[in-house]
């Protein structure tokens, strides 16, 4: 495994990070004893970084961490824990609860669920329109003091949100959606990460599959409604998959490994996560390190998937309104 610095002086975390939000949640049914058997095979590998989000399943994904890092599994563990989004009853969105007392409430219940008594990177899932993101972070700030959060990070927010948030505290880690397929990040948030020393935990880098190959697969996958999937829109992209995989097969790689070295080259502040459900997929995805892209092979990969080319939004349009990573910069 190789390992990178989580900022100028944060802890060294493993340069992939595995994804568990697909073990719960989002992309159909799961085998739980599967989930727990990858995340295993994810530490054995030396990978640190599990990702997850107290809304992934409704506290089930949390549960799951709880029952696979029992032990002594933890101390080897770096939890990341979304917080933030609201649910009803029948996993329907009703928005974001950024408030500080929300904060904590939502930290108590994550801390009982994964059965420890901190997380180590704690990140409100999206920006509250309502709530200045100093107060958010101001009550991560208190967690951080009181000994039940090691560091503060931030998801799906735009450049002058980052700014005065890392005003109000350091900030250690941006998690936002960035793969060869959804370049957004470039323009204007990467060179502010760059500027304030701030990782960049990158998610969706097989640009949900289709870089892979992989299709949604029945009830329960959300992509079945996601405009990258749809109709004329899925022909275009699956060219471009296909101009991938073409590339791939020069360097004796997967498409998929191809597409995570590419983020794994984009700098050392870079940490790709990989949302991998089976063993089988975690080993493929792991044989990118082995890849280390040269400069003209990244080149090679943009002008086969270029991002202009990509159809579809990577949300539908009222889940792209909540992106404040999305907005025009002021």
Request: glycine share 10%; aromatic share 6%.
């Amino acid at each position: 495994m190789e390992f990178r610095s989580l900022g100028p002086t944060g802890p060294r975390i493993s340069a992939l990070g595995l994804g568990c939000m697909g073990m719960s949640d989002f992309y159909g049914p799961a085998d739980e004893a599967t989930s727990i058997a990858t995340i295993h095979a994810a530490q054995e590998a030396g990978i640190t970084w599990f990702d997850t989000g107290d809304f992934y399943g409704m506290g089930h994904n949390e549960l799951l961490l709880r029952e696979a890092l029992k032990g002594t599994r933890r101390q080897r563990a770096f939890l990341a824990v979304k917080f933030g989004a609201q649910r009803d009853p029948t996993g329907a969105f009703l928005g974001f609860d950024g408030r500080p007392a929300a904060v904590k409430t939502a930290l108590a219940y994550t801390l009982k669920r994964l059965g420890t008594d901190h997380v180590d990177l704690y990140q409100p899932a999206r920006l509250d329109p309502a709530v200045p993101i100093e107060e958010t972070v101001g009550a991560i700030a208190d967690l951080v003091a009181a000994g039940h959060v090691r560091h503060v990070g931030l998801s799906e927010m735009g450049a002058e949100t980052i700014r005065r948030a890392h005003a109000t505290h350091p900030i250690a880690a941006l998690q936002i959606e960035y793969s060869l397929m959804s370049r957004g990040p470039e323009a204007a948030i990467l060179p502010v990460l760059a500027e304030l020393g701030i990782a960049l935990s990158a998610y969706g880098v097989l640009g949900r599959g289709l870089l892979g190959g992989s299709l949604p697969q029945g009830r329960g996958d959300f992509r079945a409604h996601s405009p990258r999937f749809q109709g004329a829109n899925l022909v275009r992209n699956q060219a471009l998959a296909a101009a991938l995989a073409a590339l791939a097969a020069e360097r004796g790689a997967t498409p998929a490994q191809m597409a995570i070295a590419w983020a794994l080259a984009k700098g050392p502040h870079v940490i790709p996560l990989v949302g991998a459900r089976r063993p089988e997929r975690l080993a493929e995805a792991l044989g990118a390190l082995a890849l280390h892209l040269q400069p003209e092979e990244l080149a090679a990969l943009e002008a086969a998937v270029p991002a202009e080319a990509v159809a579809g939004t990577r949300y539908d349009a009222h889940q792209m309104a909540l992106l404040d990573s999305e907005r025009p910069a002021a």
